[in-house]
């Protein structure tokens, strides 16, 4: 957001009252007419700021959008906010090829929402299509730990909300339903850009259905819980995510605590071969251990199904 206008919204926030133009011109060090400018575009976002004798007085704050996305966001990120886009993790890139850090592109629907190898997410309005982007210390080797980041992040989020969400490895969060049944109510897709020995940028793409989309198998927040305040909802993610990012080795322990995999039989598909065993651990940054009739063997990425214990 616009500085000025970060700092306006933030003067209206935390006032009672109205608060005069001319007396948030001094506070802020600008020009009057530099406030009714920000004042101007914050009516156009679709806060209601009533002008009083007095002053300004903000009376509502819009569902969604850039600024209220960032008003009260205790996390160190820009937000781009769009209605609707392709890929925010398309637009991701974009912006970190033009050397941008630390910007989430946040977006309402998808047109071209993407999953794993290709495959796609079905991005219907009004749901949460973020795409986080940041340059950390990290090998590219580590990266895996910012997925499992991300996964614990929105299932916090989605516990806040009331939802029972659990983690599958590695990327998808999940909701158990009363008949067993598991369904998908996040997916997590991480692009990034490595050099030798340190990650240049990556892009923790996060997708959550706050309504059930049209596939089989997935469910949506407000499925689990009657309300659901999206902006209040993707914050509580940013939040979660960068105390995750500034404590990494709390992110795998807190995995943990979430994940339903470990113990389960499952089959495990990775780009060449295919393993069933019982999944006995996970190890940083996002190795999973699997026992198999053949030993225990160890994978950094693949499409995991969790199988009947008889199967
Ligand atoms: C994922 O892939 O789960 C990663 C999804 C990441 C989406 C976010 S949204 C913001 C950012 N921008 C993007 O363009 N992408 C990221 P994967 O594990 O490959 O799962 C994909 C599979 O999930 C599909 O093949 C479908 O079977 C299923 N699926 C598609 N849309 C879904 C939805 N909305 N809810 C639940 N399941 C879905």
New binding site residues.
Partial sequence: MNETRKRVLNALNESDGARSGPDLADELGVSRAAVWKQIEALREEGFEIESTDTGYRLRTVPDRGQSALELGLDAPFTIEYHEEID????RARELAEAGESDVVVV?DT?T??????D?????PPG?V???ILCRPDLSPAQAPLYTLAAAVATTRAARETGTDARIKWP??VLVVEEDGETR??????TEMQGETDRIAWIAV???V?LDE?E????TGLRSHTKTVDSTAFIQRILEEFDALRSDPDSIIPAWREYAITIGERIRVKTEREEFVGQAVAIESPGTLLIKTVGGTVRVNAG?CEHLRPEE
């Avoid at 890929?87 to 398309?90: A, D, E, G, P």
């Avoid at 998908?184 to 897709?189: N, T």
């Fill in positions: 890929s925010t993790n398309r977006a998808q071209e929402g993407r999953g794993r190898l495959r796609k997410w079905e991005s749901g299509y973020l795409s990327n998808d998908k109510l996040a997916g997590i897709l793409g996060i997708g259905n989309p596939v089989e198998g997935s499409d």
